[in-house]
């Protein structure tokens, strides 16, 4: 009996260590849950700040899209202002031509008139023929009486057609130089609005990048997370029936002082084949009606040991006092547990359970705890 004590201490020591164990590994999985939930919670904010980031950089791409298509738009306007400026330099030219030829026209039909005037011996008008300009010319004509009215009318007439063309010619200039002015403006801004939507076109794929990259970390914390969760909950289902095992070995109240009443025979309609003492046998041998009959408690009490030996099968052990205590051997699987309440007459199991015993056989003993040792007495003494 001394070494069912010792191995059933030897048993409920590893279960409390690995208590201790169970919790301070609860206590881990909890610390890492809770890192894991901070990390995660981290990369969320991280993930939802570079969205805001992304969309106010969508947004700014769209709008330097809409510039851009203002600008391609006035360029179009500057290409066809700069064509119809270059169809009116073409039409001026072409004025500029007929000019010419009306100014040389002109020219040769004064230098006739020159002529005719020297075959007439004019000699001191000759002067008129070495004027410097049409303008010069035109005022010495005017003092040849010999010139009609519509040679005077010519000469105004390129007078006028000469200073239009000349204004003419410095209005396109202009024009043109205000147009070139334009068009490098444009071309410049253009330019800064493209080097813009390239450099947000790049941010925006390198926080795709930043964006996935976190995404596949929170999914691995996720997954973390699930497993830890998974490992806590079994953790905690353990411990809980750790605990609750404990609980139940302990919550019982203590055994009374002295057992009040007698015992009642454990086999019912059983009798006793080897009483007490018999061959020095410290139990009695109990023969029941059939095998596999019904054992029950003798007396109120506490289930003390359950134990499995091999050779004769499972030993329960009940205290029914702080000094009294009754052992059932050769049972199949108990009905009851260590640390279980029973009362006087439950079925505590069944025959059966060892091989070198009959399956109809109980060894029934008595035991009296004393002296830091037990000592079985005659179980006839109690019924």
């Known amino acids: 009996m001394i070494r069912a ?72 306007r ?12 073409a039409e001026l030219k072409k004025k500029e031509e007929v000019a010419r030829v009306r100014l040389d026209a002109y020219q040769t039909r004064l230098r006739a008139l020159m002529l005719r005037l020297w075959y007439q011996q004019i000699a001191h008008r000759l002067p008129l023929v070495r004027a410097a300009n049409y303008t010069e010319l035109a005022l010495k004509t005017r003092w040849l009486a010999q010139l009609s009215q519509a040679d005077l009318a010519l000469v105004e007439a390129a007078e006028a057609e000469a200073r239009r063309l000349a204004e003419a010619r410095k209005k396109l200039r202009a024009q043109q130089a205000a147009l070139d002015k334009e068009r490098r403006a444009l071309a410049a801004k253009s330019r800064a609005v493209a080097a813009k939507r390239t450099e947000i076109a790049r941010t925006l794929k390198a926080l795709a990048k930043q964006k996935k990259a976190k995404a596949v970390r929170l999914a691995q914390l996720q997954e973390n997370q699930a497993a830890l969760d998974e490992k806590l909950k079994k953790l905690k289902a353990e411990l809980e029936r750790r605990r609750a095992e404990a609980a139940r070995q302990a919550r019982l109240s203590a055994v009374p002082k002295a057992l009040v009443g ?15 003492g018999k061959n020095g046998q410290n139990f009695e041998w109990i023969q029941a009606p059939k095998p596999a009959s019904p054992v029950l408690a003798a007396a109120d009490g506490q289930v003390f040991a359950v134990l499995f030996y091999g050779n004769i099968g499972w030993t329960v052990m009940l205290q029914h006092s702080d000094r009294l205590f009754t052992q059932y051997v050769n049972l199949q699987a108990p009905l009851v547990q260590t640390g279980d309440r029973v009362e006087q007459g439950e079925v505590i199991g069944y025959l059966g359970g060892g091989t070198l015993i009959a399956p109809n056989v109980l060894w029934f003993r008595v035991a009296i705890w004393k002296k830091g040792r037990f000592y079985y007495v005659d179980p006839a003494d109690y019924y």
């Open 262 to 276: 007698r015992i009642m025979f454990p086999v019912p309609g059983g009798r006793i084949i080897h009483p007490y």
């Open 5 to 76: 004590l010792l191995v059933l201490l030897l048993l409920l020591a590893p279960a409390l260590a690995q208590t201790d164990r169970l919790e301070a590994e609860i206590k881990r999985a909890e610390a890492l849950e809770k890192q894991n939930a901070a990390q995660a919670a981290a990369l969320r904010r991280e993930l939802a700040a570079l969205d805001a980031k992304s969309r106010a950089l969508v947004k700014e791409l769209k709008r330097l899209e809409r510039e851009l298509a203002g600008l391609e738009a006035e360029r179009r």
């Open 78 to 89: 500057l290409a066809l202002a700069v064509r119809r400026l270059e169809a009116q330099v």
